[in-house]
Protein backbone atom coordinates (compact mmCIF):
# COMPACT_ATOMS: atom_id res chain seq x y z
CA UNK A 1 0.00 0.00 0.00
CA UNK A 2 1.61 3.12 -0.91
CA UNK A 3 2.00 5.72 1.50
CA UNK A 4 2.78 9.58 1.40
CA UNK A 5 6.32 11.39 2.24
CA UNK A 6 6.74 14.21 4.15
CA UNK A 7 7.01 17.74 2.64
CA UNK A 8 9.02 20.78 3.33
CA UNK A 9 7.86 24.19 4.30
CA UNK A 10 9.50 25.77 1.36
CA UNK A 11 10.81 23.70 -1.26
CA UNK A 12 9.92 24.51 -4.78
CA UNK A 13 9.38 21.09 -6.09
CA UNK A 14 7.01 20.27 -3.17
CA UNK A 15 6.42 23.24 -0.01
CA UNK A 16 3.22 23.33 1.58
CA UNK A 17 3.96 27.18 1.92
CA UNK A 18 5.59 28.20 -1.40
CA UNK A 19 2.95 30.27 -3.58
CA UNK A 20 5.25 29.81 -6.47
CA UNK A 21 5.97 26.00 -6.46
CA UNK A 22 4.61 23.23 -7.72
CA UNK A 23 3.25 21.81 -4.49
CA UNK A 24 4.15 17.91 -5.50
CA UNK A 25 2.70 15.13 -2.84
CA UNK A 26 4.78 12.04 -3.31
CA UNK A 27 4.04 8.38 -2.37
CA UNK A 28 6.54 5.60 -1.66
CA UNK A 29 5.87 2.24 -3.30
CA UNK A 30 8.07 -0.11 -1.03
CA UNK A 31 6.11 -3.09 -2.66
CA UNK A 32 7.39 -1.89 -5.93
CA UNK A 33 10.49 0.06 -5.02
CA UNK A 34 9.25 3.07 -6.33
CA UNK A 35 8.19 6.98 -5.81
CA UNK A 36 5.46 8.66 -7.47
CA UNK A 37 3.44 12.16 -7.81
CA UNK A 38 0.94 12.57 -10.56
CA UNK A 39 0.42 16.62 -10.79
CA UNK A 40 -0.64 19.20 -13.22
CA UNK A 41 1.59 21.72 -13.99
CA UNK A 42 0.07 25.13 -14.32
CA UNK A 43 0.78 27.12 -17.61
CA UNK A 44 2.79 29.67 -16.14
CA UNK A 45 5.88 27.22 -15.89
CA UNK A 46 5.79 26.62 -19.53
CA UNK A 47 8.87 27.20 -21.74
CA UNK A 48 6.53 27.77 -24.70
CA UNK A 49 2.64 28.19 -24.44
CA UNK A 50 1.01 25.13 -23.55
CA UNK A 51 4.18 22.91 -23.15
CA UNK A 52 6.25 22.56 -19.61
CA UNK A 53 9.55 24.21 -18.97
CA UNK A 54 12.63 21.73 -19.18
CA UNK A 55 14.30 23.37 -16.07
CA UNK A 56 10.47 22.57 -14.49
CA UNK A 57 10.34 18.93 -16.09
CA UNK A 58 14.21 18.46 -14.94
CA UNK A 59 13.07 19.72 -10.99
CA UNK A 60 10.56 17.41 -10.88
CA UNK A 61 12.81 14.04 -11.97
CA UNK A 62 15.61 15.53 -9.90
CA UNK A 63 13.13 15.79 -7.20
CA UNK A 64 11.51 11.95 -7.34
CA UNK A 65 15.33 10.52 -7.69
CA UNK A 66 15.98 12.42 -4.16
CA UNK A 67 12.65 11.07 -2.10
CA UNK A 68 13.95 7.40 -3.50
CA UNK A 69 16.07 7.19 -0.52
CA UNK A 70 13.43 8.19 1.75
CA UNK A 71 12.10 4.26 0.95
CA UNK A 72 14.40 3.05 3.75
CA UNK A 73 15.26 5.89 5.43
CA UNK A 74 14.54 9.18 6.20
CA UNK A 75 15.73 12.90 6.69
CA UNK A 76 19.06 11.89 7.68
CA UNK A 77 19.53 9.69 4.83
CA UNK A 78 18.94 12.76 2.03
CA UNK A 79 21.23 13.20 -0.22
CA UNK A 80 22.14 15.66 -3.14
CA UNK A 81 22.70 15.71 -6.96
CA UNK A 82 26.30 15.31 -8.00
CA UNK A 83 25.47 14.75 -11.72
CA UNK A 84 22.02 14.30 -13.66
CA UNK A 85 21.56 13.39 -16.96
CA UNK A 86 18.41 13.95 -18.77
CA UNK A 87 16.37 12.75 -22.05
CA UNK A 88 13.93 14.64 -23.39
CA UNK A 89 11.91 12.30 -25.51
CA UNK A 90 8.63 14.39 -25.90
CA UNK A 91 7.14 17.54 -24.84
CA UNK A 92 5.06 17.44 -21.78
CA UNK A 93 2.01 19.72 -21.94
CA UNK A 94 0.47 21.96 -19.13
CA UNK A 95 -2.51 21.67 -17.56
CA UNK A 96 -2.57 17.53 -18.19
CA UNK A 97 -1.86 15.15 -15.61
CA UNK A 98 1.37 13.99 -15.28
CA UNK A 99 3.15 11.07 -13.43
CA UNK A 100 6.91 11.13 -12.01
CA UNK A 101 8.14 7.78 -11.54
CA UNK A 102 11.62 6.94 -9.61
CA UNK A 103 13.05 4.21 -9.09
CA UNK A 104 16.82 3.63 -6.11
CA UNK A 105 19.50 1.86 -7.14
CA UNK A 106 22.65 1.11 -5.95
CA UNK A 107 23.47 2.76 -2.52
CA UNK A 108 25.66 3.14 -0.23
CA UNK A 109 26.53 5.46 2.98
CA UNK A 110 27.31 7.99 0.54
CA UNK A 111 26.35 7.76 -2.93
CA UNK A 112 23.09 6.55 -4.52
CA UNK A 113 21.87 6.14 -8.04
CA UNK A 114 18.46 6.20 -9.01
CA UNK A 115 16.27 6.86 -12.42
CA UNK A 116 12.96 8.62 -12.54
CA UNK A 117 10.96 9.31 -15.59
CA UNK A 118 7.74 11.45 -16.51
CA UNK A 119 4.74 10.09 -18.12
CA UNK A 120 1.40 11.24 -19.26
CA UNK A 121 -1.76 9.68 -18.35
CA UNK A 122 -1.34 7.54 -21.85
CA UNK A 123 1.80 6.33 -20.57
CA UNK A 124 3.80 7.78 -22.88
CA UNK A 125 7.11 8.95 -21.67
CA UNK A 126 8.13 12.39 -21.57
CA UNK A 127 11.74 12.65 -20.04
CA UNK A 128 13.86 9.95 -18.50
CA UNK A 129 16.62 10.64 -15.67
CA UNK A 130 19.13 9.21 -14.15
CA UNK A 131 20.96 10.82 -11.42
CA UNK A 132 24.53 10.01 -8.69
CA UNK A 133 23.25 11.44 -5.30
CA UNK A 134 26.30 12.11 -2.78
CA UNK A 135 26.46 13.15 0.67
CA UNK A 136 25.82 17.26 1.22
CA UNK A 137 28.81 19.23 2.50
CA UNK A 138 28.71 19.56 6.12
CA UNK A 139 27.17 23.54 5.76
CA UNK A 140 24.52 22.04 3.21
CA UNK A 141 23.37 19.49 5.90
CA UNK A 142 23.50 22.04 8.67
CA UNK A 143 21.27 24.30 7.36
CA UNK A 144 18.48 21.39 6.69
CA UNK A 145 18.25 21.04 10.54
CA UNK A 146 16.28 24.00 10.63
CA UNK A 147 13.74 22.71 8.29
CA UNK A 148 13.30 18.87 10.09
CA UNK A 149 10.87 20.30 12.87
CA UNK A 150 8.56 21.52 10.12
CA UNK A 151 8.94 18.41 7.29
CA UNK A 152 5.87 16.84 7.91
CA UNK A 153 3.18 14.98 5.55
CA UNK A 154 0.33 17.11 5.11
CA UNK A 155 -3.03 16.60 6.58
CA UNK A 156 -5.34 17.34 3.31
Same mark, same amino acid.
Given at each position: ???????????????????????????????????????????????????? #???????? !???? =?????? !? $????? $? !???????????????????????????????????????? !??????????????? =????????????????? #???????
Amino acid at each position: MPERQPSSRSCFVCGRDNPLGLRARWLSDRAAREVRCTLEIPEPFNGYPGIV #HGGIVTAL !LDEA =MARTLL !L $DGGFE $D !LLVTGRMEVAFRATTPTGKPVTVVARLGKRSASRARAEAE !LRLADGTVTARAEAL =MIRPPADVAAAWQAERA #HWRVDQD
